[in-house]
């Protein structure tokens, strides 16, 4: 069963609009894979079960970390003194 990219879109559209999602989600993933190159047979072979996709903005563009974690041994930066930034001196320059 050789299906085209057209197809698997009006397929993908029939199964939204009876609310089988898991459906339309097969073909919206079947529809890329082929968009990125593979063949039918390669795309419906294809084995995309544990493919999680990431949180829009979750980590900004171009990552797909989830979450930022310091490299071991990092310690935060001293915070300013809020009382004494942007202080100068009698002669013009600051502390």
Do not use: H, N, Y
């Amino acid at each position: 069963m050789t299906d085209t990219i057209e197809t698997l879109q009006a397929r993908m559209d029939a199964a939204a609009r009876a609310l089988d999602f898991e459906e339309a989600k097969r073909c919206r993933d079947m529809i890329s894979l082929m968009r990125r190159g593979a063949t039918a047979t390669e795309a419906e072979r294809a084995d995309l079960s544990g493919i999680e996709r990431q949180q829009p903005g979750a980590m900004g563009l171009g990552t797909s970390r989830q979450r930022v974690t310091p490299p071991p041994g990092w310690k935060p930066p001293a915070k300013p003194d809020l009382m004494t930034t942007g202080e100068t001196t009698r002669r013009g320059r600051r502390k």
